[in-house]
Antibody, heavy 119, light 113 residues
C-alpha cells in the first residue's frame, strides 16, 4: 500500500524558516517524480514544487520561487520542502504527492502537514 | 497561464440521482502528443485529494464507474451517476499542460439534499 506521511509542520513567525518532510513507502520512491501542493484555510489547491526522480531538476511557481527548496533522499525514500522567509500567506496545509509516470498526474497524496505563519 | 473555471460553485443532489460539474479552460488542453491534460480530484471533508480521472476520461484505479468525464479541448464535464453519501466533498479539475506546473480550478462543492 502506498503511504506518504508528512511531518514538520507547526507555528512559525513571519520571516523564519521551516522544513517539511514526507516519508514514502509502498512503492519504488526513486522512480517517481514528487511534488508539494498546499491548501490555504478554506481555499483551493495550489501547486508549490516538483522534483525529478534524481533530484537534479526542480520546479516552482513564482509565488515561492527563491524562498522554497524541494529536495529528496532516495536512499531514505524521503521528500523535503525547505521554506524560508515565510509569509502569512504561506499559511496552509502542505501535501506531498507522487506523480505517476503513465498518467503523469499526482495519484497518491499524504494526509498533509499544517503550517501557520503568524507572530 | 491557462485558467480553469469550474461551475457551479456548489451543487446539491438527491442520493441516487446524477450530478454534473463543468470545467472550462482558457486555452486548449490538447497536448502535442494528442493527450488531453485534464484531471479530476475529489477532496472529501477533512481528507486529502483523491484522483478520480486523468487524461480527461481515464478512470483512476479503484474509482467506481459511476464517475465519468468527457469534453472537448476546452470544455469538460464530470458526471457522477447515482450519487452516494461517500461522493460528498469538493471536486477539483486540474491540468498539467504547462508541464511541470499544475493548475487547479477553484473547486465545486457537492452536497446531498
Amino acid at each position: 500500500e502506498v503511504q506518504l506521511v508528512e511531518s514538520g509542520g507547526g507555528l512559525v513567525q513571519p520571516g523564519r524558516s521551516l522544513k517539511l518532510s514526507c516519508a514514502a513507502s509502498g512503492f519504488t520512491f526513486s522512480n517517481y517524480y514528487m511534488a508539494w501542493v498546499r491548501q490555504a484555510p478554506k481555499k483551493g489547491l495550489e501547486w508549490v514544487a516538483t522534483i525529478s526522480t534524481s533530484g537534479s531538476r526542480t520546479y516552482y511557481p513564482d509565488s515561492v520561487k527563491g524562498r522554497f527548496t524541494i529536495s529528496r533522499d532516495n536512499a531514505k525514500s524521503s521528500l523535503y520542502l525547505q521554506m524560508n522567509s515565510l509569509k502569512s500567506e504561506d499559511t496552509a496545509t502542505y501535501y506531498c504527492a507522487s506523480i505517476a509516470a503513465i498518467s503523469n498526474v499526482m495519484d497518491a497524496w499524504g494526509q498533509g502537514a499544517s503550517v501557520t505563519v503568524s507572530s | 497561464d491557462i485558467v480553469l473555471t469550474q461551475a457551479p460553485l456548489s451543487v446539491s443532489v438527491t442520493p441516487g440521482e446524477s450530478a454534473s460539474i463543468s470545467c472550462r479552460s482558457s486555452k486548449s488542453l490538447l497536448s502535442s502528443k494528442g493527450i488531453t491534460s485534464l484531471y479530476w480530484y475529489l477532496q472529501r471533508p477533512g481528507k486529502s485529494p483523491q484522483l478520480l480521472i486523468y487524461q480527461m476520461s481515464n478512470l483512476a484505479s479503484g474509482v467506481p464507474d459511476r464517475f465519468s468525464s468527457s469534453g472537448s479541448e476546452t470544455d469538460f464535464t464530470l458526471k457522477i451517476s447515482k450519487v452516494e453519501t461517500e461522493d460528498v466533498g469538493v471536486y477539483y479539475c486540474g491540468h498539467r499542460l504547462e508541464y511541470p506546473m499544475d493548475t487547479f480550478g477553484a473547486g465545486t462543492k457537492l452536497e446531498l439534499k
